[in-house]
């Protein structure tokens, strides 16, 4: 079953707006993080926002927020005041478990482009 | 911030040839890496998690013999592609988790773009 679902294949958004990344989870474990990372068309990944599932308060990073629903098993990502540079790919991940060696799963990815 | 790379970036190789890939953790140390694989406009896929001084454990479906994986230090995992044909053409990605931080960040290398004709 898959664990991390991100259902929009392709977003648009108007520079200067402010958009939001849908991301699902499922997992039984009590302890677990999410990541938002994004992948620019030269490859590497970049971290953007993380979410504990301990974490009472939905983090932010800038123009980053990650909106955590717990009971409902959704971490969006909102990206605010879109910039041309925002344009890349986006995939959450999922971490079960506690410890530094807890792997990562991705989700399917959202490709985000950013209109002038 | 904590950097990790790999080499080559790209390679170029025959089908039947055999090609490694190095991951490095430059200012920290990595007990464990991880190997990634991504087709274009698809998802990261785990490969196998690389743990240094032992076996490396490789995920559901991952041919152990043909990825082959060492992680001889705490700074550096190498994944050696054997016998490679066309359809292991693909972009390979490391990432390293720093060992002395309780952190709960994952280090990204930037990646080696494989082609074999």
């Known amino acids: 079953a898959q664990k991390i679902t991100q259902t929009q294949p392709g977003m648009f958004v108007q520079e200067k707006e402010a958009v939001t990344l849908d991301c699902t989870y499922d997992?039984?474990?009590?302890?677990?993080?999410l990541f938002w990372y994004k992948q620019p068309s030269s490859g590497e990944m970049i971290f953007l926002i993380y979410?504990?599932?301990?974490?009472?308060q939905n983090a932010t990073e800038g123009r980053y927020s990650l909106n955590f629903q717990k009971a409902r098993k959704s971490a969006n990502l909102v990206i605010s005041a879109s910039q041309l540079g925002d344009s890349a790919m986006y995939f959450c991940?999922?971490?079960?478990?506690?410890?530094?060696?807890?792997?990562?799963?991705f989700g399917q990815g959202t490709t985000l482009q950013v209109k002038p | 911030g904590a950097v990790v790379s790999q080499h080559p970036s790209w390679v170029i190789c025959k089908s039947g040839t055999s090609v490694k890939i190095e991951c490095r953790s430059l200012?920290?140390?990595?007990?464990?890496m991880f190997w990634y694989r991504q087709f274009p406009k698809q998802s990261l896929m785990l490969m196998a998690t690389?743990?240094?001084?032992?076996?490396?454990?490789?995920e559901q479906g991952v041919e152990k013999d043909k990825f082959l994986i060492n992680h001889a230090s705490l700074t550096l995992s190498t994944l050696t592609v054997t016998s490679a044909h066309p359809e292991d053409s693909s972009f390979y990605i490391c990432?390293?988790?720093?060992?002395?931080?309780?952190?709960?960040?994952?280090?990204f290398g930037p990646g080696t773009r494989l082609t074999v004709t």
């Open positions: 979410q504990g599932s301990y974490d009472e």
């Open positions: 690389s743990n240094e001084g032992s076996k490396a454990t490789y």
């Open positions: 991940a999922m971490r079960e478990g506690r410890g530094n060696t807890g792997k990562l799963i």
């Open positions: 990432s390293a988790r720093d060992s002395d931080r309780a952190s709960y960040e994952q280090y």
């Open positions: 200012d920290f140390q990595a007990t464990t």
């Open positions: 997992t039984s474990d009590q302890s677990y993080g």
